[in-house]
């Protein structure tokens, strides 16, 4: 039995058991689709952590450029329309801003795309769709926090339309 977490009271049950175990921290999430942006941003605020959501690459770019506030993570979907799609945003900061982590997700990549698979081997993606754990876990591990402790839940939470 697959549950969706589409409002507000269902995302508060699947995420207030984890939630407490996070310590924080501010992540620029990327995505051009406006309803993931808003899910995932709902999910990390859920779970503490402070979200700066941006629609495209330019305008991450723009923003991490600015300096005004400490961005500990930016999690980028990969395939995003303009010049700077995730893989682009990516490398002007790695060039930049050698010490702000960088991770992927996406929806868009087939397992046998050897691009995909040679970044998985490097880093692991965030594949679509995702739970909200997964993406708190994958999260955590980018950040370089302990695992958390997941309460066995009945069925799989998936975020919808993500």
């Known amino acids: 039995m ?7 009271n269902r995302l508060h049950e699947v995420i207030a058991p984890i939630a407490s175990q996070s310590a924080g921290g501010t992540i620029l999430v990327v995505d051009d689709e406006p309803g993931i942006l808003e899910l995932i941003r709902r999910v ?3 779970a503490n952590y402070a979200v700066i959501p941006s629609r495209s690459g330019d305008d991450a770019w723009g923003f991490i450029e600015q300096g005004r506030t400490r961005v500990d993570l930016v999690l980028t979907d990969i395939v995003m ?6 893989i682009v945003l990516a490398n002007k900061i790695r060039q930049k801003y050698r010490n702000l982590p960088v991770s ?20 692991p993606l965030l594949r679509k769709p995702f739970s909200p754990n997964e993406l708190l876990e994958f999260v955590d591990l980018h950040l370089g926090k302990d695992e958390r402790e997941v309460p066995e839940v009945e069925g799989r939470y998936a975020l919808e339309t993500v």
């Open 104 to 123: 992927f997700m996406t929806g868009s990549l087939l397992e046998r795309d050897k691009f995909a698979t040679g970044m998985e081997r490097d880093r």
């Open 2 to 8: 697959t549950h969706t977490v589409g409002n507000k």
């Open 81 to 86: 329309p303009g010049p700077i799609d995730g």
């Open 44 to 46: 990390l605020k859920y």
